[in-house]
């Protein structure tokens, strides 16, 4: 979401991903341009970018302006990458899993369990749909949530057929609610100071995370289609951070083999960091080529 929305809505080219060695990555950008952003652009970035759905969801808003705000053109790109992959998405983040209040509920009779249960997916459901404004509709959603991801119930209903109800309960012409509800639970999350501020020092690739000892690796979301003249993503990416070596793993490596052996095991790409390093090489070949074809699409200055 994030890539499609820099090259996309900015026209930034020259874009690599870096695994923070934790839970999240960041984007380095090697753009002329880009790279003279100050701290004032890059805060209007996050700004732009930052679907907030706290304030939009204020009970002091009318239907009409919730309404227009979540039409607006960033809120409806973040969506259109969101929406045909929100219950997978929503599968994989656990949001519609809900747990007993305690562990002794699941040894209740069950119709203390039903009762229990219910004030568990309750619960669930705040959270869920935290950033629907107050009113009719989201009593209705409520309460179909309430009633199908009850953990008291024999069988759980499926992610997706849960959703269908949902956009049922919304009703006819609230399609705005379930735009709130997707960007609240999957749109992504720009760290704000590592963005807006120049000084800070992003994680830059092949250095170990402080606390993981997982090493910064880059990784590839998107392929070039010169045909086509567009960028191809795929249905979701899904990165296995399982696969991203630790720095003891890639010192253990270096020392169980002579340095000419690893040399020529590294260019043959075999090593762990082989295939990491095949992507950071690719997109220093691009970039210091000058981008022919792509640098002559200016990227958007602020």
């Not at 973040?78 to 929100?86: E, S, T």
């Not at 929503?90 to 209040?101: A, D, I, M, T, Y």
């Not at 997707?182 to 020092?201: E, G, I």
Request: hydrophobic share 45%.
């Amino acid at each position: 979401c994030v890539d499609r929305w820099l090259r996309d809505a900015l026209g930034l080219q020259n874009v690599l991903w870096v695994l923070s060695g934790s839970k999240g990555a960041h984007f380095v950008c090697g753009d002329t341009g880009a790279m003279r952003w100050s701290s004032p652009s890059r805060a209007a970035l996050v700004s732009y970018f930052t679907v907030d759905t706290a304030d939009i969801a204020k009970t002091t808003y009318t239907e009409k302006l919730y309404k227009e705000r979540l039409e607006h053109t960033h809120v409806a790109m973040v969506d259109a990458v969101i929406k045909p992959r929100f219950a997978e998405l929503v599968e994989q983040l656990g949001c519609l899993r809900v747990r007993f209040l305690k562990d002794s509920d699941a040894e209740l009779p069950f119709a203390q369990r039903l009762v229990a249960g219910r004030l568990a997916a309750t619960v669930s459901a705040d959270r869920f749909l935290f950033a629907l404004r107050e009113g009719a509709v989201k009593d209705r959603m409520h309460a179909v949530l309430v009633s199908m991801i009850n953990p008291g119930r024999s069988a759980q209903p499926l992610v997706k057929d849960v959703l269908d109800e949902l956009e049922r309960a919304a009703g006819v012409g609230n399609a705005h609610y379930l735009v709130a509800l997707r960007c609240h639970v999957a749109a992504p999350r720009l760290d704000a100071n590592v963005t807006k501020q120049a000084h800070h020092l992003l994680k830059m690739p092949f250095v170990p995370h402080h606390s993981t000892d997982k090493i910064a690796v880059p990784f590839k979301v998107t392929t070039w289609d010169s045909k086509e003249r567009a960028w191809s993503y795929a249905p979701l990416y899904e990165f296995d951070r399982t696969s991203v070596p630790s720095l003891v793993a890639v010192l253990d490596e270096f020392k169980s083999t002579t340095p000419e052996n690893y040399e020529a095991m590294r260019g043959k790409r075999a090593t762990l960091l082989g295939p990491f390093e095949a992507v950071m090489a690719a997109y220093l070949r691009k970039r210091n080529a000058g981008l022919k074809e792509m640098d002559a699409v200016p990227s958007m200055e602020f």
